[in-house]
């Protein structure tokens, strides 16, 4: 079974300018994570998808950062403009769980590691 | 406000012995949890989890043992072995398919 797959895995950019993630999840897994992790910090999220809709998204900064999931399956997070702040690593995660229960863990992704300069 | 968080930066164990990571939280409505593995450069591995209804939970050399009242968990690794040296996150949910919210992670070393 593949697992979550992202792109790029580094990029480094300048302040202001803007960049954009790519995830694509496992297989049938309905519900797509975005996590931010700064550096020796734990994943924080950023937002959570079921399917196509959007479940929780109460963490992302909406002035400048935005996610889709077209179709329901790939994802994109887009940062305009970055702050040197957003340095960090982006986890996109996937889940089997409509509902929650033991065993539905999440699966995460290698990560983008993103320098803002 | 960080409603997940493990005390130890870092842990230094011989191989061979047992290693044993912390975990504390502050929510009483986490009722799911889970410890994830990370090696440089990769995701997080998903290593064993438990819900709110048991107290222990073992997979092979891992076990996680949760104490409610205390709003504990811990991970027994036993034994310990060279390739277990990683960054270990404890991660806890409320139900229904909530997100995950991490510590900051302990690293661990197990040296021969």
């Known amino acids: 079974e593949a697992g979550v797959a992202q792109s790029p895995r580094y990029k480094i950019i300048e302040k202001r300018q803007s960049v954009a993630f790519w995830c694509n999840p496992i297989s049938g897994h309905a519900t797509l994570y975005w996590y931010q992790q700064i550096l020796g910090q734990g994943p924080k999220l950023l937002i959570q998808?079921?399917?196509?809709?959007?479940v929780d998204d109460s963490q992302l900064p909406k002035d400048r950062f935005s996610a889709e999931r077209l179709k329901g399956v790939d994802s994109t997070l887009k940062i305009q403009p970055a702050k040197l702040e957003d340095s960090a690593v982006y986890l996109c995660?996937?889940?089997?769980?409509?509902?929650w229960g033991l065993g539905n863990e999440q699966f995460f992704g290698p990560g983008t590691r993103l320098t803002v300069l | 406000d960080q409603q997940v968080k493990q005390n130890s930066p870092s842990l230094s164990v011989q191989e061979g012995r047992i290693s044993i990571l912390n975990c504390d939280y502050t929510?009483?409505?986490?009722?799911?949890f889970l410890w994830y593995k990370k090696y440089p450069a990769e995701g997080p591995t998903f290593l064993i989890s438990?819900?709110?209804?048991?107290d222990k939970n073992e997979d092979g050399r891992f076990t996680v043992f949760l104490n409610k009242s205390a709003k504990h968990l811990s991970l027994h690794i036993v034994p310990s072995q060279p390739g277990d040296s990683a960054v270990y996150f404890c991660a806890a949910s409320e139900n229904s398919g909530y997100a995950l919210n991490f510590g900051k992670g302990t690293s661990l070393l197990v040296t021969p």
């Open positions: 929510n009483s409505m986490f009722d799911y």
């Open positions: 438990i819900s709110s209804i048991k």
């Open positions: 995660a996937s889940s089997s769980a409509s509902s």
């Open positions: 998808f079921q399917n196509n809709g959007v």
